[in-house]
């Protein structure tokens, strides 16, 4: 008899542990974890490094979203897996304008604040066989006219009016891809992991694409 | 009707409905925030010209609204935030729920974060689960819920009031708890009713179409009406399992005064939590909604200042089986 009533608990703890977890399972079927679309996901200035590390500080409350004046800050939907309701900057559609808002309204450690010369979304890349000065297909220089961050940042190449170059000191804002008028936007930002000031030139969209940006 | 006496009735049942204005107060101010951030979102753009008809509407009706109390929009990022994570005047709250899930989800201490959740954490001390009856946007949606199901019964469709375990919501916290630390991801964000409204409103004015919480509070909806009276409150929300353990020494407590009492049951049914108040039963569920103070009669329940709640105090001193057994003995 000892054995059936340890049985029984045995169950009967299972039967209840199954529905403590039923609400988290319902909770992950609702997000699953789908591949973004290919867009330029990056991450809010002032983020954790990781997107891992930013995903487990974020408690998904909404606010850098809603104080943000360029309205820039959009949130992963269902197809955000683990980062859904944390906030991405989608730069293609509305770009950051660095004001630090998000940063000072972000209760928790997953985005702290930092002066604007030191947050790191990723960097700019320029494909040089796209953009329009590059190709000697006229002038342009928006990138470089928009970039909050002036000279050092993004400028024109020594000697060649109106070709840009990036420099070590960009963030990543994204002012520049919102300005691009190229329709296939030979600028791009991606993560700082993967680009390299110095890896610019012929080319460099083929290896991104198909990435996932954030 | 003469035999009728009237007597002044206590001021403690006009509570409920100052419960219901909070209520109504802090579900509307979801809806206006999201309004408000369009019309700073217009402001800023300077381009009052280029709306739509509609979007005209939203910011005139905002403006008029807005302009008697600020006058710069970009002052009105005073008020911000849900009742998940919130700034008001300058002063960051949140909810103590977001907070353990996060610290046990990054596995550190953030004190600026933690220090947001003290002031609902010492209300809680003092008044138990009152965030749950005064102030989460999901209760007002899912009383309304148990109104219907009233109706639901009235019109013979079969509505379920079946009784599960309490306990299942503690499991549901420490479950919630431990996958948060495997996964690395708060993840009582997803399936917390209030921060699931909270950000599905805001998603709906200002972004534009629904999140992924909306199915899931629908589906808790059903489970009210399908299997339990307010059974997502009582059976499986992490916040109310942490709020009920927070709360179990409570100051503030709902108490019965036998000497009134008429043992008329009303309080039981008033009571959605299906709790017992006839039998002096409250325990660590109780939310002081105040519902049932309303619904006494002869203004039998009242307040008291007690770490306890008292035990059973026998039948009431007006029924009929308190004067059988002064009859009897």
Known sequence: MKRRGFMKSLTMGAGILSFGLLPFLMGRLIHPDIKAHESNRIPLPG???????????????????????????????????????????????????????????CPTNALTVTPIREVSMGTAQIDRVACYPWVDAGICGACVSICPLGEKAIDFEFGNFYRPVVKEGCVGCGQCVEVCPEPSLPINIVPLARGRVAQHGIGVRKVERGQRGF | MENVKLEPSSKLRHLNKLRWLTLTTVFFMLILLPFIYLYQTYEAAHAYDLLTPTEKTISDSMESLTSPFVKDPEELDAIKGTTWSGTLFGLKLSDPLAVVGQVFASLSLYWPFILTAFIPLFATLLLGRFYCGWICPATLIYELNDNLAVWLRKAGLPVSRRKLDRRIKYVVLAVGLILSIYLGAALFASIYPPAIIGREIYYAIALGGFG?????????????????????????????????????????????????????????????????????????????????????PTDALGFTINMRDSAYQGPGHLGHQYKKEQEGS
């Open chain 1, 47 to 105: 983020a954790l490094k990781s997107a891992d590390d930013f995903a487990r500080a974020c408690i998904g409350c909404g606010l850098c979203g809603e104080v943000c004046p360029p309205r820039c800050i959009q949130f992963h939907k269902h197809d955000g897996g683990f980062l859904a309701d944390t906030p991405y900057i989608d730069p293609v559609q509305k770009s950051c304008i660095l004001c630090g808002l998000c940063m000072e309204v």
């Open chain 2, 212 to 296: 992924a919480g909306a199915v899931f509070f629908l589906l808790t909806l059903l489970f009210d009406l399908m299997v339990s009276r307010r059974g997502f409150c009582r059976y499986v929300c992490p916040g109310g399992a942490l709020y009920s353990l927070l709360g179990r020494y409570r100051l503030f407590r709902i108490k019965r005064n036998v000497t009134k009492c008429n043992d008329c049951a009303k309080c039981n049914v008033a009571c959605q939590f299906g709790l017992d108040p006839l039998q002096d039963d409250f325990g660590m569920e109780c939310n002081n909604c105040t519902a049932c103070i309303a619904s006494c």
